[in-house]
Nanobody, 113 residues
Framework: VQLVESGGALVQPGGSLRLSCAAS????????MSWYRQAPGLERELVAG????????NYADSVKGRFTISRDNAKNTVYLQMNNLKPEDTAVYYC???????WGPGTQVTVSS
């Protein structure tokens, strides 16, 4: 089982990024997937989750209306589209498969002018 995030970068406030998480080693389409983030000195927090089919999603209040989680089961990939980024979005972003208790290594997102 492996999850590998990509797409993190340094971006200015108000900018956008799309994170990707490539999954392997398990039947991706059978698992709920989620994104978490962890800022320096803070606990890891849930950002968004998506059902197996992609038909249901949930978001942290802090990102509602700005972030969109999606998945492509044919590509074994889950995405996080992040718009109108704010400095407080700066964190390491992790992909997580709850039922497998599997984390990716994370990708750094820095929002700064």
């Amino acid at each position: 089982v492996q999850l590998v995030e990509s797409g993190g970068a340094l971006v200015q406030p108000g900018g956008s990024l799309r994170l990707s998480c490539a999954a392997s080693g398990f039947r991706f389409s059978s698992y709920f997937m989620s994104w978490y983030r962890q800022a320096p000195g803070l606990e890891r927090e849930l950002v968004a989750g998506i059902s197996r089919s992609g038909g249901a999603t949930n978001y942290a209040d802090s990102v509602k209306g700005r972030f969109t989680i999606s998945r492509d089961n044919a590509k074994n990939t889950v995405y996080l589209q992040m718009n109108n980024l704010k400095p407080e979005d700066t964190a390491v972003y992790y992909c997580y498969a709850p039922r497998l208790a599997q984390w990716g290594p994370g990708t750094q997102v820095t929002v700064s002018s």
